[in-house]
């Protein structure tokens, strides 16, 4: 499956058009990037690989067992009993390189040959563990008896994948076009700016943009921006509902991070950075990141690091901002009184943290929650996360992870799927479509901006 | 000199000595690798409490209990077995208490004034059983489950022999089986043990120090983010 | 030659058919010859000529003759022994200097090939002068008299493994028989001393049938020292419940206990003592309230205090487990260093 790889891509192979992402041609796949010769490709794997380590990651390598037990949390695992999807199993080819080139008996291994090199084809084998068929969701990690956080080497081998020139098709040119213009799906700062001008005339809502001076620094993402404009109008809604001092800026209003996905750790800094400096540059107090999931790792959990100190701002998730309104009660809303079951995005409650807040604003909403089971840190993933929606060839399997979610759903009975995160909505709508469901998830985002209280007009 | 003056004698020192030159050639070497400050600011300010995922690890959220039981009742099945045969069989004690009396001066007792109880033969035999049956089992469930044999190497196969011999050799000495004399069954038992000593710290053995390591950083880690443990 | 039968010897000392009888079957019982044997063993006994026996002692403390002689005043087995034609043993001869000398030459020279050479004792390495006889040193006597041996027994723990005078530092050199003759058959009848029923034992089995009985891989009759003390003590079954004399003054001393934790070696030595016993059978030193010291086993001086219990291992000292330390440490900087230098390059590669 080696190809030969082209120089150039031009003319650019994905159409945006589409619901989502698409290969123009799909038997013209370019899951290899660049022109480098197998060896060096190996060895930029294993050097991005060497270089990430730290004490953590290293201590998680030398622990495991082989007890199996993570195949038991994977969604991948669960709905095909294939052993290949066992998440540790995904590591193999750096668990072997870290033997080799990095532990404590690194030159034993080496002198006598214990471990043997990693090959290119193991690698572009292993492509398809690493981004495939691996949300990044972190549910393994909450298995693992040695408590092993799986999910965080997954992201480190995918460093190693994206210096290796070793990504899938999608991963690679959107990242790539998210450098080259701003935004992964086209939402470049032209467009963005139209879609605003246009939504705010069409729903007659103002929309703040490039105010000098804000206290809040709102985001958005390119799949809200693309396919969800509501959101947009939402976000713009309820921000003057609450009276806050908010604004989009064009040099920083895409928290989508495809960085963080594809394992380009330079680009994830660029990106991160992007809305970092927007924030600054307005004086924001608060950084209020979309329904997003991944974008809240990147900016909440990451952007610090990236950006060298502590963010001079606060990051917070629409979710747990519409929770702070909440209890301050500027945030009123009319009761709903429809039985509602939440979807817990990963990055945003699993691993994120945020668990009660999106409770809590459904709770002002008058809902009746019923819960998944399992539900909050041991939900199961929609099967889209950490890029795996993009990825065409894993539709299939995608799919079949999807029907997890859909008897959970129907299991609650629950009249209303909510979520908030614009990718598991995403998923879910393509999840619909395939299955001819009749359930369609919504956002909590727009749930709340549908049902205010406006009593002064 | 015979096989039980060697067991006992130059065998038993060199093993301990490969067995703490190794644990801390690779527990050091891995802890002193880089550490970057996490600059993001804490959900919760009080990381530590993070720790308790050390003990709450030890059993699986109710979420995942089904998938797992075989594995965590084998599991406990042979670790209890191993180790209170290990820490509360007669001779096993006396053999500890040489240890302090060699290296102190003083037995367990005058080091720290605590008795240091012991089990009966029979309750010692019985758990000692146990163990030996549950890796069996585990070793079964290694072949025969798709996952498990797919992720094994060399390392589980060879920590399992080397696990199961100071048992079943222990069993064999106790029993005196084999129509051995005792001395040459004995020898073979320490002789086993030694190996187990000797290879602990080169394979998956070390996770009986690096669990709490590992548990213990993404314990705090998950705490900092107000992440589910 | 006009050495008598054994069997008249013996009826001419007084000794009745009975006695005799009852003697065998004891004999045949600890030779693990079964009870249709004894009359077979009685007969050839009775017909065995008094072989000539010389028997040298070198680096001994005359413990095991002591042991032969006096521990079962007149009893058959000393009578058994008085029935050897005895030729040469200077401690219990009368004859004293050249005529004590002159007597084993011609014992040696009339029997050449078919005596009995018994040894007890150690033979020094060293320095040739650290123990003679006559003048002589041990290990050219050996060598001499080895050379027209039948067969050589080799009393005691010094003639079978090197004993005490072997003992760490061991300054003569001192080595056992084994050590010194290769060619000849050697039976080794360990102890410090031996039992003395065991060494009539193998006497009378060497007597009854011609030939050495068989032996273990140290050497010992296999009859005699095929099981440990352990195996068949009377306080095994303490053992087996984990009842232990933890003091020579507890309740469990008093009870009579296990004497294991009180380093007792019952477990790892093969003797006779917890069977046939000493002192005309009365007892042995478990049944006295002291635990077995080994010492019918190589080495038994030199493997710790008797008082350490059985399991104690020899862990090295604190100053070795120290250095493994230091070393352990090492290594693990050096590694974790050497790490960081490959991400270093990495970073810039």
Same mark, same amino acid.
């Given at each position: ?110 002198? &006598?040959?214990?471990? %043997? /090199? $990693?090959?290119? !084809? ?12 691996? *949300? ?16 965080s080497?997954?992201s ?22 998210a ?5 992964? &799906?086209?939402?470049? %700062? /032209? $467009?963005?700016? !139209? ?12 929309? *703040? ?7 809040v620094l709102c985001a958005m993402s ?27 800026r064009?040099d920083g209003y895409e928290a989508t991070n495809f960085g963080l996905l594809?394992?380009d750790a330079a680009a994830q800094k660029e990106l991160t950075l992007k809305i970092v400096h927007a924030a600054v540059a307005c004086?924001a107090k608060v950084v209020v990141l979309p329904?997003c999931g991944h974008a809240y790792t990147a900016l909440r959990w990451m952007g610090a690091n990236m950006y060298g100190k502590p963010l001079p701002f606060r990051v917070l998730h629409i979710?747990e901002f ?25 990055q945003l409650?699993?691993r994120g943290g945020a ?103 | ?35 970057r400050k996490d600059l993001s600011e804490p959900r ?177 880690l998950?705490?900092r983010k107000g992440a589910?443990? | ?349």
């Open positions: 499956m080696t190809e030969t790889t082209p120089t150039t891509r031009e003319p650019d192979p994905l159409e945006f058009d589409k619901p989502r992402v698409s290969i123009r041609k799909p038997e013209h796949r370019f899951d290899s990037q660049g022109e480098t010769p197998d060896a060096s490709r190996v060895e930029r794997a294993m050097n991005s690989f060497v270089r990430d380590f730290g004490r953590t990651a290293a201590v998680y390598m030398e622990s495991c067992i082989h007890c199996g037990m993570c195949a038991e949390a994977c969604h991948f695992y669960e709905v095909t009993q294939d052993p290949k999807y066992t998440p540790i199993w995904k590591l193999e080819p750096f668990k072997q390189a870290y033997k080799r080139e990095y532990g404590p008996f690194a030159f034993v291994y080496r002198a &006598l040959n214990l471990k %043997p /090199k $990693v090959t290119v !084809d193991e690698l572009q084998q292993w492509q398809h563990l690493l981004y495939d068929s691996c *949300t990044v969701c972190g549910r393994c990690s909450l298995m693992c008896p040695m408590g092993i956080d799986i999910a080497l997954v480190q081998a995918r460093h190693g994948m994206f210096k290796a020139g070793l990504v899938p098709h999608e991963l690679a040119a959107v990242t790539e076009r450098r080259r213009e701003g935004s992964p &799906l086209g939402a470049t %700062p /032209k $467009v963005f700016a !139209d879609r605003c001008e246009w939504l705010s005339d069409e729903h007659d809502v103002e929309i *703040t943009i490039d105010k000098p001076r804000a206290d390119s799949i809200e921006i693309m396919k969800y404009p509501e959101s947009v109008v939402a976000t713009a809604r309820i921000m003057r509902h609450v009276g806050a001092d908010w604004t989009f064009l594809t394992g004086g329904e979710a519409l929770a702070e309104q909440v209890r301050t009660g500027k945030l009123r809303l009319r009761k709903l009184g429809k039985t509602v079951t939440f979807h817990d995005p990963c409650v699993r668990i009660e807040a999106p409770r809590e604003v459904l709770q002002a909403l008058g809902v009746e929650l019923r819960e998944m089971y399992p539900t909050k840190g041991a939900n199961w993933c929609c099967g889209g996360g950490g890029g795996v929606v993009a990825i065409h060839r894993a539709d299939e399997l995608r799919h079949k992870v999807f029907k997890i979610k859909m008897e959970q759903i129907e299991e609650t009975g629950a009249e209303l799927p909510v979520t908030s995160c614009a990718n598991c909505r995403q998923t879910f709508d393509d999840g619909q479509a395939h299955f001819k469901w009749d359930k369609t998830m919504h956002s909590l985002l727009e749930l709340v901006a549908d049902n205010l209280v406006e009593d002064a007009q | 000199m015979n096989l039980l003056d060697f067991a006992r004698g130059p065998a038993l020192q060199w093993s301990l000595v490969i067995f703490v030159v190794g644990v801390l050639w690779r527990l050091l070497g891995v802890l002193l690798l880089r550490t919760q300010a009080a990381a530590w409490k993070g720790l308790r995922l050390i003990a709450l690890r030890s059993w699986p959220r109710k979420e995942f209990l089904g998938g797992t039981a075989f594995g965590e009742v084998m599991g406990y099945a042979f670790h209890i077995g191993f180790l209170l045969t290990l820490f509360f069989y007669v001779p096993h004690v006396l053999f500890f208490a040489d240890i302090a009396r060699g290296l102190f001066g003083t037995d367990l007792h005058g080091l720290t004034g605590l008795h240091w109880p012991t089990l009966p033969n029979g309750v010692v035999t019985l758990l000692s059983a146990i163990s030996i049956a549950a890796l069996v089992a585990v070793l079964i469930h290694r072949i025969v489950n798709p996952v498990k044999r797919l992720i094994s190497n060399f390392d589980d196969y060879f920590s399992w022999l080397v696990t199961i011999a100071p048992l079943a050799t222990g069993m064999a000495a106790f029993a005196h089986l084999g129509g051995w004399p005792y001395e040459r069954l004995l020898a073979v038992h320490l002789l086993s043990a030694e190996l187990l000593l000797v290879w602990f710290p080169f394979g998956k053995l070390m996770h009986a120090f690096t669990i709490f390591v590992a548990r213990g950083s993404t314990g705090m998950f705490e589910s443990l | 030659m006009s050495s008598p039968l054994l069997g008249e010897f013996l009826r001419s000392h007084g000794v009745t058919r009975r006695d005799f009888l009852q003697f065998c079957t004891t004999t045949a019982a600890l030779m693990g010859l079964s009870s249709a044997m004894v009359p077979r063993v009685a007969a050839a006994l009775a017909q065995a000529r008094r072989p000539s026996v010389i028997w040298l002692p070198f680096q001994e403390c005359t413990g095991c003759t002591e042991s032969i002689t006096r521990a079962h005043g007149s009893t058959l087995e000393s009578l058994i022994f008085q029935g050897i034609s005895l030729d040469y043993q200077h401690t219990l001869q009368a004859a004293a200097g050249d005529a004590a000398e002159r007597a084993r030459e011609t014992a040696m020279q009339e029997n050449w090939g078919r005596y009995l050479l018994i040894v007890d004792g150690s033979i020094p390495t060293g320095n040739k002068g650290f123990s003679t006889i006559a003048g002589r040193d041990n290990l050219s006597l050996l060598q001499e008299a080895a050379r027209g041996a039948a067969a050589i027994v080799a009393l005691g723990s010094c003639a079978a493994f090197g004993g005490i005078p072997g003992a760490d530092p061991n300054p003569t050199g001192a080595v056992a028989v084994s050590a010194i003759v290769k060619d000849k058959p050697i039976i080794n009848v360990s102890g410090c001393p031996p039992i003395p029923v065991v060494i009539t034992g193998v006497l009378t089995q060497y007597l009854t049938f011609g030939k050495l009985p068989e032996l273990d891989a140290l050497g010992r009759p296999r009859s005699f020292y095929g099981q440990t003390i352990h195996d068949r003590c009377y306080r095994r079954p303490f053992y087996e419940r984990g009842q232990f004399a933890d003091s020579f003054d507890d309740e469990g001393a008093r009870q009579g206990w296990c004497l294991y934790k009180l380093g007792c070696r019952g477990p790892t030595t093969h003797n006779a003592c917890a069977t046939v016993k000493w002192n005309d059978g009365t007892s042995f030193p478990i049944e006295a309230g002291h635990g077995c010291i080994g010492c019918s086993e190589p080495g038994f001086w030199d493997k710790g205090g008797f008082y350490q219990p059985l399991s104690t291992g020899q862990w090295g000292s604190a100053r070795t487990l120290g250095t493994a330390v230091g070393v352990g440490t090492a290594l693990g900087v050096a590694s974790a260093a050497l790490a960081r230098r490959r991400q270093k390059d990495a970073e810039g590669a």
